[in-house]
Each structure stands twice: as structure tokens, then as C-alpha cells.
């Protein structure tokens, strides 16, 4: 099992009390904390090697394209992808997923044709392909929920069909912590003749990830989610799929040539990475990969397990506590969105600040999930690699003093 108290010396922000309080952290689904070696990573290109990269030929510009393609070739790795060129790097997971909206969808899904997704998803996997079928004259289908918060394998098999195009499902809830069977998904998808992609921005962070076992064609996810800085995302599409696809911005480093008639474009990926890219931040990527890496993803994820399965065993002592989502811990991520009788989310939110934890409060980007849950917001307390078992007493005690405050 992992470390937890020497894992928590390499987290600076760590090493601080909140309102008087050890800062106990549990707010990794919404971001997670960084360790040192990928701060150091951004010091260290500012002070070492900031250039722009894939343009000149001086000795700081092709040091600083050897690290940035290097994270590219990291994250296939770490992703199981064959193929670095099948990796573009974007902002975010919301970033990827309008990326293949507009190059992909734009080009392929007409009047007529249906996007199927669920009503677990967060946000950034509905809302653009909303967008998309206002502009295609397309429909977007929502698979339904069982009671247990797994999505309906039946509701999904019904709703595809000859029409759909695209199937976009997340692989982990962020709110519910179900691990959805997504190969089976996938296999649905492609005997229909849909392509499939995967939000995976809560499962790459936290359990072994092999691109080629999802069955997907397009993957998804955020370095911030996975202990890397913000502002770098991940879209990973299977080899051919993206030299189908038109770009998603033009400007430079995204061109071949440039006429007053026309411009011709890049080879992938470079061509859907327009202008001066995020550097710095992609090269720590790297580092919180690297990082990661040494921790060892089974072992992540068997921390996690373990971790979640008492957390959820504890607060379930607590009289009138209701947790949404499956029950069994090894079919669920790191994630407990929980209910306190009586006293609104943002107020334990509040209360449980007051003792130094941070949780999450709100519809979590999810307001269709909230209305099948048919509540307004939960609390949410979401573990990584730096959580262990003294970091639930905390959020015990904060819940108690919450319920004895609103009594």
C-alpha cells in the first residue's frame, strides 16, 4: 500500500493549517494538489529552457520542443496509445470534447442523426453536443439511470440505432463514483456504425488506463485532474481519425502552407494545436505523469479502493446520512456525494471548511444527474493519492458539528 505520510511530504500545500486545522484535502475530483517534482518542472522551464517551441533552431527553442513532445510521448505511454501523433494536446477536457464537436461533428453528423449520451454526465459532455445539433439540425438521446446509479444498459441499447453517429459517455462519475463497463458501450456503438468517445477525466487519474481495452475512438481528460497544473488537456483519437477531421483554429503552427487562395495544414497532431501552446504546464504533464508512474496505477487504484470502502462504511454510521451511488467500493472511483438531513450543501461545505477540510459542494456540473437524484446539490468528498484514513475522523467531526448546528 502506498505511503500516505511520506506521499504527503512532496505536497507543499499540504504542509498548512486552515482555521486552525490540518488542511485535509478532499476536493481531488474537482482538482488535485501537485507535488513538488511538477512544480519544480514549471520552475525549472522558466528558468532553463523558456523558448517557443517546433520554430527555431536555436539551442533554448529545441530544448524546449524536446520536452514538450516528450510529454506527448508520456502520455501515450501512459494511456496505452501505439501512436504520440494520435495526441493533441488542448486546454481541458471541455477543450477536447468541442475539439471533436467542431472537427469532427461539424463534418460528419447531419439533419437526421442522433448523439447518445446519459443523464450522468457533467456538463462539458452535453452542452457540446447540444451546440452541435442546433447547428446539424441533429438530435442528442439521454440514457436513463437504474436506482443504484449505473447507467441503464438496456435504456442505452434501445436508443442506438441507425441514426446515431455518436455515442459520448464519461467513463467515471464525478459525482456518483460509478466506473461504467465502457468496452461493452463501445462495442454497442460500433455494431451501429457510431463512433464512441470517452470523458475519462475522472478515470485516468486513478486507475490503469489502456486506451486500446476501452474500445474507444476519441479519449478525453485534464492533466489537473491526474496531480498535473491546469490549463493542459488530453485528446487522444484513434490513428486516421484525425486526418478526417478539419481544423479546430487556424493561425500559426497549425499550417502547411499559406496562399491568398488557400492554406494547406499541418500533420497531426500539430494541426489542431494553433498558436503558442501551453508549454510550461505540458511539460509538467510530464512530470505528474512520471510521478504517477513511480507511484504505480495498480497501486493507486487499490488505495483508492480501500480508502473509499472505509469512508463510506464510517460516514454510514451516521444517523440519517444518505450516499449516492453504487455500493460496492471496487465498482466505484474515489468519489462519496453524500446528504446531511437537514442541512444544505453549501452549509456543511461551510462548516466543514471551519475544521480545515475542503469538500465540494453543488451540482457538481450535473444538474441532470442532480434532478434523477431530485435534489438541488449534494456535499462531495473525493480522495487522491495524499488522502488515508485520518483524513475521514476530520470530516466526521464536521459533519456532527454541521447536524448539531441545524438541529
Known amino acids: 500500500m502506498l505511503d500516505i505520510e511520506r506521499l504527503r511530504e512532496d505536497f507543499p500545500i499540504l504542509h ?12 481531488s475530483a474537482a482538482t488535485t494538489q501537485k507535488p513538488r517534482a511538477v512544480i519544480d518542472a514549471l520552475v525549472n522551464y522558466y528558468e532553463t529552457s523558456n523558448a517557443n517551441i517546433h520554430r527555431g533552431i536555436h539551442t533554448l527553442a529545441q530544448r524546449a520542443t524536446e520536452q514538450y513532445e516528450g510529454t506527448r510521448a508520456k502520455v501515450a505511454r501512459f494511456i496505452g496509445a501505439s501512436n504520440p501523433e494520435d495526441v493533441v494536446f488542448t486546454r481541458n477536457t471541455t477543450e477536447s470534447i468541442n475539439l471533436v464537436a467542431h ?21 462539458s459532455n452535453i452542452v457540446p453536443w447540444q451546440l452541435l445539433a442546433a447547428r446539424a439540425g441533429a438530435a442528442v438521446r439521454f440514457a436513463s439511470l437504474t436506482p443504484d446509479g449505473h447507467l441503464d444498459v438496456d435504456s442505452l441499447r434501445a436508443l442506438i440505432g441507425p441514426r446515431t453517429k455518436l455515442v459520448s459517455l464519461m ?9 461504467n463497463p465502457v468496452a461493452e458501450f463501445a462495442e454497442m456503438a460500433h455494431r451501429a456504425g457510431a463512433l464512441f468517445l470517452l470523458d475519462a477525466a475522472q478515470s485516468v ?20 485532474k491526474m496531480l498535473g497544473p491546469t490549463g493542459v488537456g488530453v485528446l487522444w483519437a484513434r490513428e486516421g481519425l484525425l486526418e478526417e477531421m478539419d481544423p479546430f483554429m487556424g493561425g500559426g503552427d497549425m499550417i502547411a502552407t499559406v496562399r491568398e487562395e488557400a492554406s494547406t495544414w499541418a500533420e497531426v497532431p500539430h ?3 494553433a498558436g503558442t ?24 487504484r487499490r488505495h483508492e479502493v480501500a480508502l473509499t470502502a472505509y469512508a463510506m462504511d464510517t460516514l454510514e454510521r451516521i444517523p440519517g446520512l444518505a450516499i449516492h451511488g453504487p455500493r460496492d467500493p471496487e465498482g466505484r472511483g474515489g468519489v462519496v456525494s453524500f446528504e446531511v438531513p437537514g442541512v ?18 453543488g451540482h457538481h456540473c450535473a444538474q441532470l444527474l442532480m434532478r434523477q437524484l431530485r435534489v438541488p446539490a449534494t456535499s462531495r468528498a473525493s480522495f487522491s493519492v495524499y488522502n488515508g484514513e485520518d483524513d475521514i475522523a476530520p470530516l466526521v467531526e464536521a459533519i456532527e458539528h454541521a447536524r448539531k448546528v441545524f438541529a
Request: proline fraction near 4%; hydrophobic fraction near 45%.
Open 171 to 179: 467513463h467515471m462519475s464525478n459525482v456518483l463514483g460509478t466506473i
Open 103 to 123: 472537427s469532427w461533428g461539424d463534418r460528419f453528423i447531419g439533419e437526421g442523426d442522433e448523439i447518445v449520451i446519459s443523464q450522468m454526465e457533467h456538463h
Open 344 to 361: 444544505h450543501p453549501h452549509d456543511m461545505a461551510t462548516i466543514a471548511d471551519g475544521h480545515g477540510v475542503a469538500i465540494r459542494a
Open 271 to 273: 494541426k489542431f494545436e
Open 205 to 224: 487519474p486513478h486507475l490503469p488506463f489502456d486506451v486500446r481495452a476501452t474500445g474507444a475512438d476519441f479519449v478525453a481528460f485534464s492533466a489537473h
Open 16 to 27: 498548512q493549517r486552515v482555521n486552525g486545522h490540518r488542511l485535509v484535502y478532499l476536493d
Open 277 to 300: 501552446p501551453n508549454i510550461a504546464d505540458v511539460i509538467a504533464l510530464g512530470a505528474a505523469i512520471e510521478y504517477l508512474e513511480a507511484l504505480g496505477m495498480d497501486e493507486v
